[in-house]
């Protein structure tokens, strides 16, 4: 069952284009008021220095604190991530396939070793 206020929620990789599309929009926008303009404006090293944080985080939020911690840094470890795509011009859908990919070709040598260990 969803929680409270996630009701009609985009889901999945839904609301990663959207967040995508909305740290698109604030590439021009003033860095005073916007963290995502202020972050892609200092450049790939911050933003790079963002996502490591945040990857640390959110390695100590699963080792060590709550759910709903891990929930949020996951969280910002997902926009970070996102954010360093739009710098380096990768689209969300260039990384969809490329696990779409890689999920078929799992799916095919799974498939060949079951009919290899039948004979």
């Not at 009609?8 to 860095?31: K, M, T, Y």
């Not at 200092?42 to 911690?69: D, F, M, N, R, Y």
Request: aromatic share 4%.
């Amino acid at each position: 069952m969803p929680e409270s206020g996630t009701q009609g929620a985009p889901r999945g990789s839904e609301i990663l284009d959207q967040l995508f599309a909305v740290i698109e929009d604030r590439r021009g926008a003033d860095p005073a008021e916007s963290w995502t303009a202020k972050l892609l404006s200092k450049g790939l090293p911050k933003i790079c220095q963002k996502l490591g944080e945040e990857a640390t985080e959110t390695i100590v939020a699963a080792l060590a604190e709550s759910h709903e911690e891990l929930l949020e840094e996951s969280a910002d470890l997902l926009y970070h991530l996102l954010v360093l795509w739009a710098a380096k011009g990768v689209r969300p859908d260039e990384v969809y396939n490329v696990l779409h990919r890689r999920r078929i070709a799992s799916d095919l040598k799974k498939k060949k070793q079951k009919k290899h260990a039948k004979k």
